[in-house]
């Protein structure tokens, strides 16, 4: 079963950065998508950045488009999350997620298709 791990996370001033990393364990294929997802109180969960394992192809939430990217250690099996020039709305609760099969990052905004989650990491942006 795949199983997720998130670390990083934590308080930042508006305009600075954090890391998040995410390592998948119990993968049975080569072809997964791993991605990064928020959780803000009242709305709905968001899907920012998901990644392909085939090709590092990679689907951006416009939110975060220019802000925030997503890369990959396909030896390590993680996915790591560069947040930069961090805004309040940017609070919430990040929550890696992980499926197996190919071409899913593109499904990034529909994180009901993603089956496996990481336990969430509180990121709070504010001075």
């Known amino acids: 079963q795949l199983r997720l791990e998130e670390s990083g996370g934590g308080l930042v001033q508006p305009g600075g950065s954090l890391r998040l990393s995410c390592a998948a364990f119990?993968?049975?294929?080569?072809?997964?998508?791993l991605g990064w997802f928020r959780q803000v109180p009242g709305k709905q969960r968001e899907g920012l950045l998901c990644i392909d394992s085939l090709d590092n192809s990679t689907y951006t939430a416009d939110s975060v488009k220019g802000r925030f990217t997503i890369s990959r250690d396909s030896a390590k099996h993680t996915a790591t999350l560069e947040m930069n020039d961090l805004e309040p709305e940017d609070t919430g609760v990040y929550y890696c997620?992980?499926?197996?099969?190919?071409?899913?990052?593109?499904?990034?905004?529909?994180?009901?298709?993603?089956?496996?989650w990481g336990q969430g990491t509180q990121v709070t942006v504010s001075s």
């Open positions: 119990g993968l049975t294929s080569d072809y997964y998508a």
């Open positions: 997620a992980g499926e197996e099969g190919l071409g899913l990052y593109q499904l990034c905004i529909f994180p009901d298709n993603f089956r496996s």
